[in-house]
Every structure is written in C-alpha cells, then in structure tokens.
C-alpha cells in the first residue's frame, strides 16, 4: 500500500498570511506513460463531507478559489492558501489514485491564529 | 447538480449486518463509476469499496474484503453496500462519492453507522 504522510498535523495561521500543508507519498505517484501525478487534495469543513479542490495534483476543480495552489510531484506535494480566510478553517487531505488501495493523507487541520 | 443521498446507518451489534444506500441525482448515474469511503469518529478519512458503471469491477479495502459487499441498480440510480459481520472498528460516517480517474469528484452528506452492543 501506498503511505500518505502529511505534515504538519495542524498549524494556526493569520488572517490574510500564507498556509502551507505538506503531503509525502511512500512510493512515486508520477504515471510514466502520461506524466501525470495521481494526486487530489480536498477540503473538510466542519459538520461537511470533503470537497475536491485538485486532481493530478495541481489542476484547480471548478470553483476553488485561486488563492490555493497545488504542486509538487513524484513522492513530495504541497497544497498553498495564499492569504487565509475565515471560511479556509478545515482540515485537508491528500489522496494518491495511482493504485489500490486508494489512500488518504491524515489530515492537516488549518485554523486562525 | 450532482447530489448524493446516502442512508441506511443506524446502530448495529457488533456480528450484526445493515445495507447502506445512496440514491444519485443530477448524472447519467450508469456511466460513472462510485465508491464508497468511511470516517470514523474524529478521524482521518479511509476508503472503502469501489464498484465500475457497469459492475464488471469491484474492488475493497483489506480493512471490509470478505464482509462487506458493494453493488448498484443502474435502474434506480442507486448505490449499495451490504456490511455483514459488522465490528466496534467499522463505527464511522460512511459516505458515497464518484468516481473521476479513481479521485472523488462528488461526495454525499454520509450516514453515520455505530456498531455497539
């Protein structure tokens, strides 16, 4: 099984300052045959089933504001808010597609300082 | 819009079996791929089972293989998972989601199952 390794387990961060969440993945996720990463990242508010906001690691779902970022590739991803708002308090997961078992991430709770 | 409404949770004991449902809306629900994904209480999220548009490819977690059993009826647009042999471990928010190139696009509101005596 592939390992998701996030980090850190949670950070507080300013309104308006930059949030940055770690993802490590136990082997490659990058696909030879197309050089796509088989990595999502998604949103959980409190009370709320995830929501999507990247897929191959960096391609925005509709509707995600900009000021989130996805990159990386091979084993290390980071997913940026640039400038925190209110309504960014969550907690975020990272998921690899590459194989089963789909795996998750643990999570990296995001809250206001 | 895609919405995906699951039920079926309840309290079970543990050796005991209940069938989940989700009722999709807003697809062509016989083209797509579903899965399911759980949460336990408090926790990180972990999935479950997948089943292909049109049932030729199943697929589970080591955590339920053997126990629990996904299916659909293209018919009625609605996903199952039967969970037999039920344990304290299988206590969680269980969702529905679609499948997008094994990502979830879409997720439903869950239903909460509690496997207690």
Same mark, same amino acid.
């Given at each position: 099984d592939i390992v998701?390794? +996030? *980090?850190?387990d949670s950070l507080a961060v300013s309104l308006g300052e930059r949030a940055t969440i770690n993802c490590k993945s136990s082997q490659s996720v990058l696909h030879s045959s197309n050089n796509k990463n088989y990595l %999502?990242?998604? +949103? &959980? $508010?409190?009370g709320q089933p995830p929501k999507l906001l990247f897929y191959?690691? !960096?391609s925005r779902e509709s509707g995600v504001p900009d000021r989130f970022s996805g990159s990386g590739s091979?084993?290390?991803? /980071?997913?940026? =808010? !640039? !400038?925190? &708002?209110?309504?960014?308090?969550?907690?975020?997961?990272? +998921? &690899? @597609?590459?194989t089963t078992p789909l795996t998750f991430g643990g999570g990296t709770k995001v809250e206001i300082k | 819009q895609v919405q995906l409404v699951e039920s079926g949770g309840g309290v079970v004991q543990p050796g005991g079996s209940l069938r989940l449902s989700c009722v999709a809306s807003g697809l062509t629900f016989s083209t797509y791929g579903m899965h399911w994904v759980r949460q336990a209480p408090g926790k990180g999220l972990e999935?479950? %089972?997948? =089943? $292909?548009?049109?049932? /030729?490819?199943? @697929?589970? %977690?080591? *955590?339920?293989?053997? $126990?629990?059993? =996904?299916? $659909?009826?293209? *018919?009625?647009?609605?996903? @199952?998972? +039967?969970?037999n042999s039920l344990r304290t471990e299988d206590t969680a928010v269980y969702y529905c989601a679609k499948d997008l190139v094994r990502y979830f696009d879409h997720w439903g509101q869950g239903t909460l199952v509690t496997v207690s005596s």
């Open positions: 998701m390794t +996030q *980090s850190p %999502a990242w998604y +949103q &959980q $508010r409190p191959w690691a !960096s091979g084993t290390d991803f /980071t997913l940026t =808010i !640039s !400038s925190l &708002q209110a309504e960014d308090v969550a907690v975020y997961y990272c +998921q &690899q @597609y590459y | 999935w479950v %089972a997948f =089943i $292909r548009h049109d049932e /030729t490819f199943k @697929y589970y %977690a080591d *955590s339920v293989k053997g $126990r629990f059993t =996904i299916s $659909r009826d293209n *018919s009625k647009n609605t996903l @199952y998972l +039967q969970m």
